[in-house]
Nanobody, 123 residues
Framework: QVQLVESGGGLVQAGGSLRLSCSAS??????YAWFRQAPGKEREFVAA????????GYLDSVKGRFTISRDNAQNTVYLQMNSLKPEDTAVYYC??????????????????WGQGTQVTVSS
C-alpha cells in the first residue's frame, strides 16, 4: 500500500524557518507537490518538483522564500520555508502522482496525499 508520511510542521515566529519532509513508499513518483489549506479557505498549490528534481513552479507569494527539493534515493520530498509570515499559517499537505503530464498546480492531478502537518507562524 502506497503511503505518504509527512513531518516537520510546528510553531515558529515570523521571519523563522521550517523544513517539511514527506516520504513515499511503494511506487515510483513522477511529481511531488505541496499544497496548503488555511482555516476557511480552499486548499491551494504551493510548489511542485519533477522526477529529476527540478522545481516546476511556486505559488507567487512564496517565491524566493520557499524551496522544494527531492531525494530520489530516499523517496523523500522537502519544503524548506524561510522568512515565514503569519499568512503562511496553514495545514500543509504533500501530494504525489505517477503521471508525467497535466497541470502541476491542479489538485486533481495528484492521487496520493499525506495526512497534513500544521504550520503556525506567530507575529
Amino acid at each position: 500500500q502506497v503511503q505518504l508520511v509527512e513531518s516537520g510542521g510546528g510553531l515558529v515566529q515570523a521571519g523563522g524557518s521550517l523544513r517539511l519532509s514527506c516520504s513515499a513508499s511503494g511506487r515510483t513518483i513522477s511529481r511531488y507537490a505541496w499544497f496548503r489549506q488555511a482555516p476557511g479557505k480552499e486548499r491551494e498549490f504551493v510548489a511542485a518538483v519533477s522526477q529529476s528534481g527540478r522545481s516546476i513552479g511556486y505559488l507567487d507569494s512564496v517565491k524566493g522564500r520557499f524551496t522544494i527539493s527531492r531525494d530520489n534515493a530516499q523517496n523523500t520530498v522537502y519544503l524548506q520555508m524561510n522568512s515565514l509570515k503569519p499568512e503562511d499559517t496553514a495545514v500543509y499537505y504533500c501530494a504525489a502522482t505517477s503521471d508525467y503530464s497535466g497541470a502541476y498546480y491542479l489538485r486533481r492531478l495528484y492521487d496520493l496525499w499525506g495526512q497534513g502537518t500544521q504550520v503556525t507562524v506567530s507575529s
